[in-house]
């Protein structure tokens, strides 16, 4: 197999790329984990949401699917403090097995009426920007952008937990909910917006997915598989560490085909995922305390 540099480096810049929107994934994950310690299991369907909100806006009223995507991070807020309402406010206090059912079910249950409104057959967003080219390297717009979006979203979540109140309420309650609540955090409303906010960027990651991949509502699971590999890759509760985690899986899968067969990209992915937790069980950044 004839295999140049240049594909290689081609390959690398897509990947890395590609490796921002899964990052953004990880992240609403990770978030959940570091403030309220509950593994999301409804992460990939609220993912598999986003794309067919961007593909049922954009086809029914031919809006621009950047917009959708915005408006589809809202209805991912809402929707997320909704969820954790009903689902996980009642067992929060629960052994993680508790929280992982309610989850789980949640999964079950956007699945099945997904599948059911649906099916399972694929759909995509009829969408493109055209490419462009500096020298031997040609990109997608929509790659591009995605990035863009991604990296423009990482600094507004950093923005929002740093530089106000409800983001310090928020780091607060994920360092020692008690001692939160003792200085007058009101800790449910906080784990409520957190749980949103985890939904809000799964949601963001899947319109962004949807304007250069095809999807089915089953989806969604891949990914959240993927935002696992990455969580445990940068240190789960570490939202810096899940972004560098997507760039490395990113980067795996864009240089991986170049060497082998495309079939071989999951296989090596979690071998990664086996070798970290053996290794490294925190992280390259270490779980966040």
């Not at 403090?81 to 949640?106: D, E, K």
């Not at 009426?113 to 920007?129: E, K, M, Q, W, Y």
Request: glycine share 12%; charged share 10%.
């Amino acid at each position: 197999m004839d295999i140049s540099f240049e594909l290689i480096f081609v390959s690398l810049i897509d990947g890395l790329l590609l490796g921002f929107v899964y990052g953004i994934a990880a992240m609403g994950m990770t978030l959940i984990w570091g403030v309220m310690d509950v593994i999301n299991l409804s992460h990939g369907p609220i993912i598999a949401l986003g794309m067919f909100g961007v593909y049922l806006a954009f086809n029914s009223f031919g809006w621009n699917p950047y917009l959708i995507i915005v408006i589809v991070a809202l209805a991912g807020l809402l929707l997320g403090m909704l969820i954790y309402g009903i689902a996980v406010h009642r067992v929060i206090n629960a052994p993680h097995l508790s929280t992982l059912l309610a989850t789980f079910s949640i999964n079950l249950i956007i699945i099945g009426i997904g599948t059911a409104a649906f099916s399972t057959a694929p759909r995509n967003v009829d969408f493109t920007l055209g490419n462009f080219s500096i020298g031997p390297i040609t990109l997608l717009w929509t790659r591009v952008i995605a990035a863009l979006l991604a990296i423009l979203a990482t600094g507004s979540l950093y923005f929002f937990l740093y530089k106000t109140r409800p983001g310090r309420y928020v780091r607060a309650v994920a360092n020692n909910r008690k001692a939160a609540e003792l200085v007058g955090v009101p800790s449910t409303k906080i784990l409520a917006l957190s749980f949103g906010l985890g939904t809000m960027l799964a949601a963001f990651a899947g319109g962004l997915i949807s304007t250069f991949f095809p999807f089915t509502i089953l989806s969604g699971g891949a990914y959240e598989l993927k935002s696992f590999v990455i969580g445990v890759l940068g240190g789960l509760g570490n939202p810096v560490g899940a972004l560098v985690g997507g760039l490395i899986l990113g980067m795996l899968e864009g240089v991986i085909p170049a060497f082998m067969p495309t079939t071989w990209v999951p296989v090596i992915e979690f071998v990664l995922f086996v070798i970290i937790l053996l290794v490294r069980p925190s992280g390259i950044f270490g779980a966040k305390e």
